[in-house]
């Protein structure tokens, strides 16, 4: 299983971003897929996260409204798209892959080594 973002940057306040995630090594539609992310001085947080292929989206209370995930399952590609963007958003962006699907902040068991997302204000 092998999970590569692309993507993140720097961008002022109010600008958007969007976050790739190519998969590969595994059926794309049995696993749990999401986005995490992690700043510093501050624990991992769950951004958005689908358990299964007919399922809803989860998005953190703090994203809501401003991100949006997407799946390309041609050709096994996880989006996250980022608008509004704020200097709280700053920090590593991560795509994890679950199997059995289930989301979960700690139980995801397959991660990338993640891109960096910096908000200027």
């Known amino acids: 299983v092998q999970l590569v973002e692309s993507g993140g940057g720097l961008v002022q306040a109010g600008g958007s971003l969007t976050l790739s995630c190519a998969a590969s090594g595994f059926q794309f539609d049995d696993f749990a897929l999401g986005w995490f992310r992690k700043a510093p001085g501050k624990e991992r947080e769950g951004v958005s996260c689908?358990?299964?292929?007919?399922?809803?989206?989860y998005y953190g209370d703090s994203v809501k409204g401003r991100f949006t995930m997407s799946r390309d399952k041609v050709n096994n590609m996880v989006y996250l798209q980022m608008n509004n963007l704020k200097p709280e958003d700053t920090a590593v962006y991560y795509c994890?892959?679950?199997?059995?699907?289930?989301?979960?902040?700690?139980?995801?068991?397959?991660w990338g080594k993640g891109t960096l997302v910096n908000v200027s204000s």
């Open positions: 689908i358990s299964s292929d007919h399922g809803s989206i």
């Open positions: 994890a892959a679950d199997f059995p699907p289930i989301c979960s902040i700690d139980g995801m068991d397959y």
